[in-house]
Nanobody, 124 residues
Framework: QLQLVESGGGLVQPGGSLRLSCAAS????????IGWFRQAPGKEREGVSC????????NYADSVKGRFTISRDNAKKTVYLQMNSLKPEDTAIYYC?????????????????WGQGTRVTVSS
């Protein structure tokens, strides 16, 4: 059974860093694009970043460009989201999601396998 589990969330001060992990099980990660999404209280879910199955294509929301970096280790079946220079507006529950597609990624894709999320709070 395909499963995604996020970890690495927590409380961090503005300007700090966190690294989120998305661990996959039950499927071969290297055939899937992975996206990171977030949902802040009272707001709609938004795309943050995605990475293609080979790791050569990445995309970022304008709000996180230059601060967040997505990467993947298919051998470890894990995708990472390194978040630097965090701002209070980054506070949200972060979800990873998978879509079976080779090479490409886009935040507009209809990802059909989702994790349960990890909470990130940026506050002093």
């Amino acid at each position: 059974q395909l499963q995604l589990v996020e970890s690495g969330g927590g409380l961090v001060q503005p300007g700090g860093s966190l690294r989120l992990s998305c661990a996959a099980s039950g499927f071969t990660l290297d055939a899937y694009a992975i996206g990171w999404f977030r949902q802040a209280p009272g707001k709609e879910r938004e795309g943050v970043s995605c990475i293609g199955s080979r790791g050569t294509i990445t995309n970022y929301a304008d709000s996180v460009k230059g601060r967040f970096t997505i990467s993947r280790d298919n051998a470890k079946k894990t995708v990472y989201l390194q978040m630097n220079s965090l701002k209070p507006e980054d506070t949200a529950i972060y979800y990873c999601a998978a879509l079976r597609i080779i090479g490409l990624c886009a935040l507009s894709y209809r990802y059909d396998n989702w994790g349960q999320g990890t909470r990130v709070t940026v506050s002093s």
